[in-house]
């Protein structure tokens, strides 16, 4: 079983930045894939940005250059860096993690099979 509480949401202005954060618990380990997917009122879940067990990264278009994704192994940590900020990034943001074998750069948000509760994202215009 494993435990994933997301941290860090909040309401920002256009252009700022936000680092939101996922701790994970339980049999979860350094090679498992995870990322971050989100999902706005209305729309269907997206990927936002994943990262594989050996450290491959996928970042959706829309984000490439402003979010960076990291994890932190020691610490059970995964973050999602958001910068310059839109209002179209608005959404609530979930953190996934998989731990089903497969060493790939996982996209689909069926190929993770642990999810966080979600932080919400605001972004004023």
């Known amino acids: 079983q494993v435990l994933l509480v997301e941290s860090g949401g909040g309401l920002v202005q256009a252009g700022d930045s936000l680092r939101l954060s996922c701790t994970a618990s339980?049999?979860?380990?350094?090679?498992?894939?995870m990322g971050w997917f989100r999902q706005a009122p209305g729309k269907e879940r997206e990927v936002v940005a994943t990262?594989?067990?050996?450290?491959?990264?996928y970042y959706t278009d829309s984000v490439k250059g402003r979010f960076t994704i990291s994890r932190d192994s020691a610490r059970n940590a995964q973050y999602l860096q958001m910068n310059s900020l839109k209002p179209e990034d608005a959404a609530t943001y979930y953190c996934?993690?998989?731990?089903?074998?497969?060493?790939?750069?996982?996209?689909?948000?069926?190929?993770?099979?642990?999810w966080g509760q979600g932080t919400q994202v605001t972004v004023s215009s």
């Open positions: 990262m594989s067990g050996n450290g491959k990264t």
């Open positions: 339980g049999r979860i380990f350094s090679t498992n894939a």
């Open positions: 996934a993690a998989r731990t089903l074998s497969g060493t790939g750069l996982y996209t689909r948000s069926m190929s993770f099979d642990y």
